[in-house]
């Protein structure tokens, strides 16, 4: 039964394997690769291929993964310091440059500020206190004109 099975997977057509389902399958519902290859319809080896890569990242351990998501804002944070430090030290600068330098630390900072649901963008808050000014009073005159005043 084990042969049949076995070539029954090496006659199966080779199919492209979406990579976000089979890591879903291998990491959270921890199914082998052959088990995911069954679901999806192709060969062990084009799940292993696909995937691999992905594991080589995240590991094989979806605890570490949350638990980097419940504290991400903190490990950027973090990364940002390490960054901030390592390009004020003298020998760096000197080896790399500051550009380089300076597109990371703002790359990291930025990345931080999304994370904790701040803008990244420069907001003029008192262009923005205008608008709402204008709409304001347009939306008192159009009140005013669907419910006017009876004397």
């Known amino acids: 039964m084990a042969q049949l099975q076995s070539r029954k997977n090496l006659r199966r057509p080779d199919q492209k394997c979406d990579v976000s389902v089979a890591l879903k399958l291998r990491l959270v519902n921890k199914l082998t690769?052959?088990?995911?290859?069954d679901k999806m319809g192709c060969c062990k080896q084009?799940?292993?291929a696909a995937i691999k890569r992905f594991e080589q990242i995240i590991g094989n351990q979806p605890e570490e993964l949350?638990?980097?998501r419940q504290r991400k804002a903190e490990l950027l944070e973090a990364?940002?310091?390490?960054v901030l430090e390592k390009i004020t030290d003298p020998e760096t600068l000197q080896k790399a440059s500051l550009n380089n330098a300076a597109y990371t630390f703002a790359?990291?900072?930025?990345?931080?500020?999304?994370?904790?649901?701040?803008?990244?963008?420069n907001v003029d808050?008192?262009?923005?206190?205008?608008?709402i000014?204008?709409?304001?009073?347009?939306?008192k005159e159009l009140q005013a004109q669907l419910n006017?005043?009876?004397e």
């Open 148 to 150: 006017p005043v009876k």
């Open 107 to 121: 790359a990291l900072h930025n990345a931080g500020r999304l994370e904790r649901g701040k803008s990244t963008a």
């Open 125 to 131: 808050i008192r262009h923005t206190q205008e608008e």
């Open 133 to 139: 000014e204008v709409l304001d009073a347009e939306y």
């Open 66 to 68: 949350d638990a980097y």
């Open 33 to 37: 690769y052959a088990e995911i290859a």
């Open 79 to 82: 990364a940002e310091l390490q």
């Open 46 to 48: 084009t799940v292993h």
